[in-house]
């Protein structure tokens, strides 16, 4: 499908956004082979499955309930309320080693670069930056956010985007001095759900259109995509062959947009999954939380030619 101008989609949000949507039925992908052609399990990482690293505490026994994941090559972590910590996990050497004290809530964790990772707590406006070993690096806040849902770094820039509840998006540079804000889906009605960094832009899943925004390295909207399909959305991932992975509320399905935009659900049963708490995407895996076993099941992302119909 090819891309919308900023203006002409601005135009159709304006419009769009003031009527109702009704979500509509995708494909449902069946178990057997055309999952196997998109999916391969590679490991899982959980109890008995890690070894404590010298820097971090004898008698690490597992997780207890992962529900916030992010990863940068063979890093991975892990944000565990039940346990009130966060973890770096090193896929390697499987060594996991605690980096930062959490609260009992539920945050969101997002990648950086060098391994750096934002933390976006449930409730404030102060997001922060960590190195891998869970010193702080930078805060990016200001008295404007009501509540900031979401974090990333722009891929062609840079700059941090943070993005407010209201839709409000607010640019810094890496040291966390505030650029800009930008205020173009907030206008409009956007409620934010999630915001990721992909190959090239950065995408937004939306509560008011239930779909996902694209945006270009200035912040404009490029094309909608899913348009009302996505009502009960909960995280999103977007992976090096531009497919867009979405998580539910109820922790009960991934859902694939292919290029397309075509939607596939994909029934967790199929992959080896019970529920899905969080998923992330890096270096060309897609790991997914089930706090059912409280483990991370880590797979390999296939390219799109290796699903036949």
């Known amino acids: 499908m090819a891309r919308v101008s900023g203006k002409r989609l601005l135009i159709a949000l304006l419009l769009t956004l003031s009527v109702p949507f009704s979500a509509t039925a995708g494909t449902d992908m069946p178990s057997g082979d055309a999952v196997d052609r998109l999916l391969l ?23 207890m309930n992962p529900t916030a994941l992010a990863a940068e090559g063979d890093t991975l972590f892990v944000g565990d309320p039940g346990l009130r910590r966060v973890y770096r996990v090193e896929l390697d050497s499987r060594e996991v080693t605690p980096v930062a004290p959490l609260g009992g809530a539920t945050p969101r964790l997002r990648v950086g670069i060098a391994r750096s990772w934002f933390l976006i707590p449930p409730t404030g406006n102060v ?10 690096r930078a805060e990016y806040t200001s008295v404007e956010f009501t509540q900031a849902v979401d974090a990333l770094r722009e891929p062609r820039s840079g700059r941090i985007w943070v993005f407010d509840f209201s839709g409000t998006v607010y640019e810094f540079s890496p040291g966390g001095s505030l ?59 977007v992976d090096d062959y531009g497919r867009i992975w979405v ?63």
């Open 179 to 237: 650029l800009e804000s930008r205020r173009i889906l907030a206008d409009r009605g956007t409620a934010v759900q999630a915001a990721v960094a992909g190959p090239e832009f950065a995408y937004v899943l939306d509560r008011t259109c239930a779909c996902v925004i694209e945006l270009d390295q200035h912040g404009l909207p490029m094309r909608m995509i899913a348009d009302g399909e996505l009502a009960f959305a909960n995280d999103l991932a």
């Open 247 to 309: 998580t539910q509320q109820d922790q009960a399905q991934i859902t694939l947009i292919d290029h397309n935009e075509s939607l596939h659900h994909i029934d967790l049963r199929a992959v080896g999954l019970n529920r899905l708490s969080a998923l992330t995407i890096a270096g060309g895996r897609l790991f997914a939380a089930d706090p059912t076993t409280a483990s991370v099941t880590v797979f390999r992302l296939l390219p799109p030619d290796s699903i036949r119909r």
């Open 127 to 136: 997001v922060r930056e960590f190195d891998p070993d869970g010193k702080l």
């Open 41 to 63: 399990r590679e490991q899982s990482v959980g109890a008995g499955l890690l070894g404590t690293s010298p820097a971090g505490t004898a008698g690490f026994v597992g997780f």
